[in-house]
């Protein structure tokens, strides 16, 4: 998939960009003490070229944003299956990127698997200031260093309507707005995101009670986000994670509307807070 959709677009924004569909990559990171991520040496002959940045390229017509991304870094960076925690878009006018932020297995390799690639590291984020980067991507590292991380979402059934059980799976490929979060939370994205860019956040779920077990959904060759039931906040290892989220009052984690969840339930676009 994705080779039908090569080729150059000229854009209304005054620039050229590559993919006819739209482009993606994955920023791929993990957490030995630090956090890395893997960057790409992009090849001289490409756009870009001799810039480090993210494995990418164009979608296919038949793909969703996030299946490109991760098909390419599959095939730049040979990056097996991978937990996604969170996605951004760019639109131009005739032309978008999408860049998944997704949490690699500790033992990934870096490397380079195609001839798009001059090298393939693993690289501190502390240090990408030692990098020629990628203008575009360069442009984003302060919104990426809001993203690196996990959510979770505690959820209490009881305050959401009938056929939740087979809706909530669903946020694990249709993710959550940022723009629901918290003020706390959301705060510190907003300020870098600007009219033309959206945030999509892929939660763990921990569901207050018990019933019967539930798996979310996930796109081929990613990680499904963890789903299950607690009988309290205090079973879950929130240390885990950088940004917990409660649906409904309560005194762990911080709240938002059941109706913004109700909300995206029931319509994937972006739910606005109340």
Do not use: K, N
């Not at 480090?52 to 870094?73: K, N, Q, S, V």
């Not at 639109?91 to 999408?98: A, G, M, V």
């Not at 959301?186 to 798996?215: E, M, N, Q, Y």
Request: contains cysteine; proline residues 7%; charged residues 20%.
């Amino acid at each position: 998939m994705g080779s039908s959709a090569d080729g150059i677009v000229y854009c209304a924004c005054g620039s050229r960009h590559w993919g006819r569909a739209g482009a993606a990559g994955v920023l791929a990171w993990r957490d030995r003490g630090e956090t890395e991520v893997i960057l790409q040496l992009r090849a001289e002959w490409s756009m870009s070229g001799g810039t480090w940045g993210i494995p990418g390229g164009a979608i296919g017509f038949d793909e969703t944003p996030l299946e490109g991304a991760i098909r390419e870094a599959h095939e730049e960076a040979g990056l097996e299956p991978a937990r996604v925690w969170a996605a951004t878009t760019l639109t131009h006018p005739d032309w978008s990127y999408t860049t998944v932020v997704a949490e690699a297995a500790p033992h990934q390799a870096a490397l380079v698997t195609d001839h798009e690639s001059d090298a393939m590291e693993w690289v501190p984020w502390h240090a990408l200031d030692g990098r020629v980067l990628m203008p575009a991507f360069e442009q984003s590292v302060p919104l990426m260093s809001t993203l690196l991380g996990r959510t979770l979402l505690v959820v209490d059934p009881s305050q959401l309507e009938a056929g939740w059980e087979d809706a909530l799976p669903l946020l694990g490929m249709r993710g959550i707005g940022a723009d629901v979060l918290p003020a706390e939370y959301r705060d510190a994205i907003d300020h870098r995101v600007g009219p033309d860019r959206t945030v999509t956040l892929f939660p763990d779920i921990a569901l207050r009670g018990s019933g019967r077990p539930l798996t979310a959904a996930s796109y081929p060759g990613t990680i499904a986000p963890t789903m299950g039931w607690t009988e309290g906040a205090e079973a879950v290892d929130m240390g885990a994670y950088d940004r917990v989220v409660t649906v409904g009052g309560s005194a762990d984690g911080l709240t938002i509307a059941p109706s913004i969840i109700r909300g995206f339930i029931s319509q994937p676009q972006r739910a606005q807070t109340d």
